[in-house]
Protein backbone atom coordinates (compact mmCIF):
# COMPACT_ATOMS: atom_id res chain seq x y z
CA UNK A 1 0.00 0.00 0.00
CA UNK A 2 1.62 3.24 -1.56
CA UNK A 3 0.67 6.09 1.21
CA UNK A 4 0.24 9.76 -0.04
CA UNK A 5 3.16 11.92 1.33
CA UNK A 6 3.48 14.75 -0.98
CA UNK A 7 0.18 16.44 0.82
CA UNK A 8 1.47 15.64 4.31
CA UNK A 9 4.69 17.38 3.24
CA UNK A 10 3.31 20.72 1.55
CA UNK A 11 0.88 21.01 4.54
CA UNK A 12 4.04 21.02 6.60
CA UNK A 13 6.26 23.17 4.50
CA UNK A 14 3.28 25.54 4.45
CA UNK A 15 2.96 25.41 8.63
CA UNK A 16 6.84 26.13 8.39
CA UNK A 17 6.75 28.58 6.14
CA UNK A 18 3.86 31.00 7.75
CA UNK A 19 5.81 30.10 11.28
CA UNK A 20 8.82 31.29 10.12
CA UNK A 21 7.08 34.36 8.02
CA UNK A 22 5.76 35.12 11.95
CA UNK A 23 9.07 35.15 13.29
CA UNK A 24 10.21 37.32 11.10
CA UNK A 25 8.07 39.95 10.87
CA UNK A 26 7.80 40.23 14.46
CA UNK A 27 11.51 40.45 14.42
CA UNK A 28 10.83 43.48 11.93
CA UNK A 29 8.06 44.91 14.19
CA UNK A 30 10.70 45.73 16.99
CA UNK A 31 11.88 48.79 14.39
CA UNK A 32 9.94 51.62 13.33
CA UNK A 33 6.87 50.37 11.13
CA UNK A 34 5.32 53.02 9.07
CA UNK A 35 1.54 54.02 10.07
CA UNK A 36 0.19 53.93 6.52
CA UNK A 37 1.34 52.50 2.90
CA UNK A 38 0.14 53.13 -0.25
CA UNK A 39 0.02 50.63 -3.45
CA UNK A 40 -0.76 51.47 -6.63
CA UNK A 41 -2.28 48.79 -8.69
CA UNK A 42 -0.79 48.52 -12.01
CA UNK A 43 0.28 46.63 -14.70
CA UNK A 44 -2.31 43.70 -14.20
CA UNK A 45 -2.72 43.50 -18.17
CA UNK A 46 0.45 43.73 -18.87
CA UNK A 47 1.78 40.84 -16.73
CA UNK A 48 -1.35 38.65 -17.95
CA UNK A 49 0.17 39.44 -21.78
CA UNK A 50 3.42 39.09 -20.89
CA UNK A 51 2.46 35.18 -19.58
CA UNK A 52 0.15 34.32 -21.87
CA UNK A 53 -2.96 34.99 -19.86
CA UNK A 54 -6.32 36.01 -20.58
CA UNK A 55 -6.54 39.72 -19.32
CA UNK A 56 -8.76 38.53 -16.31
CA UNK A 57 -6.91 36.59 -14.86
CA UNK A 58 -3.92 38.78 -14.85
CA UNK A 59 -5.96 41.41 -12.18
CA UNK A 60 -7.19 38.28 -10.30
CA UNK A 61 -3.73 37.51 -9.96
CA UNK A 62 -3.10 41.14 -8.73
CA UNK A 63 -6.20 40.36 -6.52
CA UNK A 64 -4.50 37.83 -4.90
CA UNK A 65 -1.14 39.66 -4.73
CA UNK A 66 -3.05 42.63 -2.75
CA UNK A 67 -4.48 40.31 -0.04
CA UNK A 68 -0.79 38.59 0.12
CA UNK A 69 0.29 42.33 0.63
CA UNK A 70 -2.50 42.98 3.25
CA UNK A 71 -1.18 40.60 5.48
CA UNK A 72 2.09 41.13 5.21
CA UNK A 73 1.22 45.11 6.64
CA UNK A 74 -0.94 43.67 9.01
CA UNK A 75 1.26 41.57 10.82
CA UNK A 76 3.98 44.06 10.87
CA UNK A 77 1.77 46.04 12.81
CA UNK A 78 0.53 48.71 10.06
CA UNK A 79 -2.31 50.17 10.75
CA UNK A 80 -3.64 52.11 7.38
CA UNK A 81 -2.94 51.02 3.67
CA UNK A 82 -4.05 52.78 0.52
CA UNK A 83 -4.98 51.30 -2.59
CA UNK A 84 -5.27 52.94 -5.58
CA UNK A 85 -7.22 50.27 -7.50
CA UNK A 86 -9.37 52.09 -10.42
CA UNK A 87 -8.47 54.67 -12.12
CA UNK A 88 -11.26 57.21 -14.44
CA UNK A 89 -8.66 56.61 -17.23
CA UNK A 90 -9.88 53.28 -17.16
CA UNK A 91 -13.23 53.87 -18.33
CA UNK A 92 -11.29 54.29 -21.25
CA UNK A 93 -10.81 51.10 -22.15
CA UNK A 94 -13.34 48.18 -23.94
CA UNK A 95 -16.58 48.36 -22.40
CA UNK A 96 -16.72 44.95 -22.26
CA UNK A 97 -13.38 44.75 -20.39
CA UNK A 98 -14.80 48.02 -18.23
CA UNK A 99 -17.83 45.35 -17.68
CA UNK A 100 -15.99 42.44 -16.58
CA UNK A 101 -13.75 44.96 -14.05
CA UNK A 102 -16.59 46.13 -12.56
CA UNK A 103 -17.89 42.56 -11.74
CA UNK A 104 -14.41 41.44 -10.84
CA UNK A 105 -14.28 44.80 -8.17
CA UNK A 106 -17.76 43.60 -7.04
CA UNK A 107 -16.51 40.10 -6.58
CA UNK A 108 -13.55 40.53 -4.43
CA UNK A 109 -15.48 43.22 -2.45
CA UNK A 110 -18.18 40.21 -1.45
CA UNK A 111 -15.37 37.94 -0.73
CA UNK A 112 -13.75 40.36 1.52
CA UNK A 113 -16.85 40.46 3.68
CA UNK A 114 -16.45 36.64 4.25
CA UNK A 115 -16.42 35.78 8.35
CA UNK A 116 -12.85 33.86 7.00
CA UNK A 117 -11.05 36.71 5.29
CA UNK A 118 -8.70 39.03 5.93
CA UNK A 119 -10.94 41.98 6.96
CA UNK A 120 -12.18 40.22 9.96
CA UNK A 121 -9.56 38.13 10.77
CA UNK A 122 -7.68 42.05 11.07
CA UNK A 123 -10.38 43.97 12.39
CA UNK A 124 -10.22 46.03 9.45
CA UNK A 125 -12.05 48.94 8.33
CA UNK A 126 -13.07 49.52 4.83
CA UNK A 127 -13.46 52.76 3.00
CA UNK A 128 -13.81 53.60 -0.59
CA UNK A 129 -13.31 57.09 -2.19
CA UNK A 130 -13.07 58.27 -5.56
CA UNK A 131 -16.40 59.37 -7.89
CA UNK A 132 -18.33 56.27 -6.79
CA UNK A 133 -21.49 57.33 -9.16
CA UNK A 134 -19.06 56.68 -12.24
CA UNK A 135 -18.93 53.02 -11.04
CA UNK A 136 -21.85 50.52 -12.23
CA UNK A 137 -24.41 49.90 -9.50
CA UNK A 138 -23.77 46.68 -7.91
CA UNK A 139 -19.85 47.80 -7.28
CA UNK A 140 -21.61 50.76 -5.52
CA UNK A 141 -23.76 48.98 -3.59
CA UNK A 142 -20.87 46.24 -2.39
CA UNK A 143 -18.98 48.90 -1.74
CA UNK A 144 -21.60 50.65 0.58
CA UNK A 145 -22.36 47.21 2.12
CA UNK A 146 -18.65 47.22 2.94
CA UNK A 147 -18.68 50.15 4.19
CA UNK A 148 -21.32 49.66 6.46
CA UNK A 149 -20.66 46.26 8.02
CA UNK A 150 -16.98 47.04 8.23
CA UNK A 151 -17.86 50.65 9.74
CA UNK A 152 -17.39 48.90 14.10
CA UNK A 153 -13.84 47.48 13.07
CA UNK A 154 -11.07 49.49 15.03
CA UNK A 155 -7.48 47.78 14.68
CA UNK A 156 -6.93 48.85 10.75
CA UNK A 157 -7.95 50.93 7.85
CA UNK A 158 -8.31 49.76 4.19
CA UNK A 159 -8.86 53.09 2.03
CA UNK A 160 -9.69 52.20 -1.53
CA UNK A 161 -9.62 54.73 -4.27
CA UNK A 162 -11.36 54.06 -7.38
CA UNK A 163 -12.42 56.45 -10.27
CA UNK A 164 -9.98 59.18 -9.29
CA UNK A 165 -7.24 60.96 -12.20
CA UNK A 166 -4.54 59.21 -12.61
CA UNK A 167 -2.82 62.62 -12.85
CA UNK A 168 0.07 63.03 -10.20
CA UNK A 169 -0.70 66.24 -9.27
CA UNK A 170 -4.41 65.70 -9.33
CA UNK A 171 -4.70 61.97 -7.49
CA UNK A 172 -1.90 62.26 -4.84
CA UNK A 173 -3.10 65.68 -3.08
CA UNK A 174 -6.75 64.44 -3.20
CA UNK A 175 -5.90 60.79 -1.58
CA UNK A 176 -3.74 62.76 0.85
CA UNK A 177 -6.30 64.98 1.82
CA UNK A 178 -9.01 62.29 2.31
CA UNK A 179 -7.00 60.46 4.24
CA UNK A 180 -6.34 63.20 6.49
CA UNK A 181 -9.60 64.08 6.75
CA UNK A 182 -10.56 60.02 7.28
CA UNK A 183 -7.89 59.42 9.75
CA UNK A 184 -8.83 62.95 12.43
CA UNK A 185 -12.20 61.91 11.68
CA UNK A 186 -11.89 58.35 13.33
CA UNK A 187 -9.02 58.43 15.53
Known amino acids: MHKD ?3 IT ?4 GVLSSCLRRCIFGILSMGPVPHHIAFIMDGNRRFAKKSNLAEGI ?12 LRYC ?18 KRKPKEVQSLMELMREKIEELLQDESIINEYDVKLH ?3 NLQLLAEPVRISMEKAMKVTAHN ?7 CVALTTSFFGAIPFILFNLSLYINKII
Open 5 to 7: TGG
Open 10 to 13: SNLL
Open 58 to 69: GHKAGFSSLISM
Open 74 to 91: YELGVKYVTVYAFSIDNF
Open 128 to 130: FIG
Open 154 to 160: KQRVLLV
